[in-house]
């Protein structure tokens, strides 16, 4: 069993940046790919980015090519995704999440992860 806990939300100004970090505890962190989903009130949750057991697979959803970046440090349990370039449009709850399954090759679906922390807000003001 995973437990994942997000940080770093926020309110920021458009063209800003923060920093989510996904902290995780028990089960074998190491051995699982995490994805970044969000969801913004009466929109369903999206996937924003994902990266493989390794760190040496990525892969993110268009609108944010260019302007997030995902990362990880097993030694650490945590996976952090940087944003920079923010836009209103990207205000929403964050949530990482953790799949076994698609370790090698993160999968983009919601339902294909098993463990989800609680979610972090992001807001960004025009």
């Known amino acids: 069993q995973v437990q994942l806990v997000e940080s770093g939300g926020g309110l920021v100004q458009a063209g800003g940046s923060l920093r989510l970090s996904c902290a995780a505890s028990?089960?074998?962190?190491?051995?699982?790919?995490v994805g970044w989903f969000r969801q913004a009130p009466g929109k369903e949750r999206e996937f924003v980015a994902a990266?493989?057991?390794?760190?040496?697979?990525?892969y993110y959803t268009d609108s944010v090519k260019g302007r997030f970046t995902v990362s990880r440090d097993n030694a650490k349990n945590t996976v952090a995704l940087q944003m920079n370039s923010l836009q209103p449009g990207d205000t929403a709850v964050y949530f990482c999440?953790?799949?076994?399954?698609?370790?090698?090759?993160?999968?983009?679906?919601?339902?294909?992860?098993?463990?989800w922390g609680p979610g972090t807000q992001v807001t960004v003001s025009s």
């Open positions: 028990g089960g074998t962190f190491s051995s699982y790919a």
């Open positions: 990266i493989s057991w390794a760190g040496t697979i990525k």
């Open positions: 999440a953790a799949d076994y399954d698609g370790r090698y090759y993160p999968k983009q679906r919601a339902y294909d992860y098993d463990y």
